[in-house]
């Protein structure tokens, strides 16, 4: 399994700002995921990150909403620009494991925009 | 797309009964299916998977078994402990589609001692 450590784990945000979240793995893993946790709800695919391209967004989610960085294999970074109280959830990264099915999560970071 | 149904949304049991959530699939194309544990403040941690290849599959308390004809996969855990108490969450996905799981809408379980 991997380890995943998520930065901040927790924030308080403005309106209007911007909060960069980062996610660190033990090892080198070729997909990394961001998912979105609305309160007391499910998870949804933000989008999937690849080193060396760009990010692939579902549907209902946007790059300038969203940028997200992937510069190497351990590491990414998911940014939630121009903040509304609507962005208030938990931001969870994943990575694959070993086998390409299994999936394994970030703590989560809990974002709350006043 | 694929959409997942999960029931029911709360389980309260008593510890050391048993606990069951299901779970519904609508694409036929899904051939993975893993189950998550969530405690309060942490991420989704796997606790077991099955593949369509197979029906049943068992882990000690925890069992899950899949029923491709009816696109249903259910979650069995015996002997509840307090321990098991959070939110279980169940998904779907295409085995070419890493990370690309549909979650349902998770089930919290709540075992009193």
């Known amino acids: 399994s991997a380890v995943i450590s998520q930065k901040p784990s927790r924030d308080i945000c403005q309106r209007g700002t911007s909060l960069t979240i980062q996610c660190q793995v033990d090892s080198q893993v070729t997909m990394m995921f961001w998912y979105r946790q609305q309160p007391g709800q499910s998870l949804t695919l933000i989008a999937t990150a690849n080193q060396g391209s760009e990010a692939t967004y579902e549907s209902g989610f946007v790059i300038d909403k969203f940028p997200i960085s992937r510069p190497n294999l351990t590491f990414s970074t998911l940014t939630v620009s121009n903040m509304s109280p609507e962005d208030s959830s938990i931001y969870l990264c994943?990575?694959?494991?070993?086998?390409?099915?299994?999936?394994?999560f970030g703590p989560g970071t809990r974002l709350t925009v006043t | 797309g694929e959409n997942v149904e999960q029931h029911p949304s709360t389980l309260s049991v008593q510890e050391g009964d048993s606990a069951v959530i299901k779970c519904t699939y609508s694409?036929?194309?899904?051939?993975?299916f893993p189950w998550y544990k969530q405690e309060l403040g942490k991420g989704p941690q796997l606790i077991i998977d099955i593949r369509s290849n197979v029906g049943e599959k068992k882990d000690q308390r925890i069992a899950v078994t899949l029923n491709k004809t009816a696109k249903h996969f259910s979650l069995h855990i015996t002997e509840t402990q307090p321990e098991d108490s959070a939110v279980y969450f169940c998904?779907?996905?295409?085995?070419?589609?890493?990370?690309?799981?549909?979650f349902g809408d998770g089930t919290t379980l709540t075992v009193k001692p």
């Open positions: 998904a779907a996905s295409i085995e070419t589609n890493a990370g690309k799981s549909t």
């Open positions: 994943s990575v694959d494991g070993q086998d390409i099915n299994e999936q394994y």
């Open positions: 694409d036929s194309a899904s051939n993975y």
